[in-house]
Nanobody, 122 residues
Framework: QVQLVESGGGLVQAGGSLRLSCAASGRTLSSYAMAWFRQAPGKEREFVSAIGPGGTTYYADSMKVRFTISRDNAENAMYLEMNSLKPEDTAVYFC????????????????WGKGTQVTVSS
């Protein structure tokens, strides 16, 4: 089983930037797809972005211009650079991993972190 720990969340003003990190342990993630999901208060968890083992990236439409996902297999880590943040980006952001190709479907990810809170003030 892969253990995932998110960090980098916090409070930021609208228009600001944050960089989230996801540190993995327990397995080498070079053959794993990794993803970010988020859950806003009162809403269901939603897909944000994913990156495959080879580096292919996927984004939710509303985030593809502002967010950039990346991974460092040597560090067993994944990152999410978030720019031009909006109040509607306020959510708990979760890191997830699964062996094989990246998918956008939450239930297909087998390992999850506990999340990091991102709050964007207006």
């Amino acid at each position: 089983q892969v253990q995932l720990v998110e960090s980098g969340g916090g409070l930021v003003q609208a228009g600001g930037s944050l960089r989230l990190s996801c540190a993995a342990s327990g397995r080498t993630l070079s053959s794993y797809a990794m993803a970010w999901f988020r859950q806003a208060p009162g809403k269901e968890r939603e897909f944000v972005s994913a990156i495959g083992p080879g580096g292919t990236t996927y984004y939710a439409d509303s985030m593809k211009v502002r967010f950039t996902i990346s991974r460092d297999n040597a560090e067993n880590a994944m990152y999410l650079e978030m720019n031009s943040l909006k109040p509607e980006d306020t959510a708990v952001y979760f890191c997830a991993a699964r062996p094989g190709m990246a998918v956008l479907i939450e239930r297909l990810y087998e390992s999850w972190g506990k999340g990091t809170q991102v709050t964007v003030s207006s």
